[in-house]
């Protein structure tokens, strides 16, 4: 697969609000924008089209995958499961020891893409989307809880 994509950190802060129809489709735009400029932007492409973004804090002792998103004609061919790869080994490459990323509860799809990528989960945040400027459901499940799953990165 890797012959076929490219894997690109965005450096210029100017361009990150081209990555908003992106980032939206994991989470929503108000939310997207809180954390638009801050951490680490990259890109995934295939044949010179965007396929994939992710945004990612750099904290002191792990790296929190803030937000990724598959764009969703390219969605269940693997793609997500390179592109997390490939964060994977950036991060260690440059001395990371962990990961970590958050999903809502009522998200069971990603806690099985998570956990199926050697995540394992770590914390309840109890109330996180309760906040949000509207509800969320998935799954005819309503997302109140955000999991914190954890990777060591070996």
Do not use: W
Not at 66 to 77: E, F, L
């Amino acid at each position: 697969m890797n012959e076929l994509y490219s894997f690109k950190k965005i450096g210029n802060h100017i361009e990150r609000n081209n990555y908003i129809p992106f980032l939206s489709i994991a989470d929503e735009k108000e939310v997207v924008i809180s954390y638009l400029n801050k951490g680490d932007l990259f890109e995934l492409n295939h044949q010179k089209e965007t396929v994939a973004v992710a945004l990612c804090m750099v904290e002191k002792d792990f790296i929190e995958i803030k937000n990724i998103a598959v764009i969703p004609s390219y969605q269940g061919q693997g793609v997500g499961k390179y592109f997390l790869t490939m964060l994977e080994h950036f991060y260690k490459d440059r001395g990371a020891e962990y990961m970590h990323v958050g999903t809502a509860n009522s998200s069971i799809s990603n806690l099985a893409f998570y956990q199926r990528a050697g995540y394992r989960m770590r914390e309840i945040r109890k109330g996180f989307f309760e906040n949000y400027p509207n509800e969320i459901f998935e799954n005819g499940i309503k997302a109140m809880d955000l999991i914190m799953l954890h990777k060591t990165l070996d």
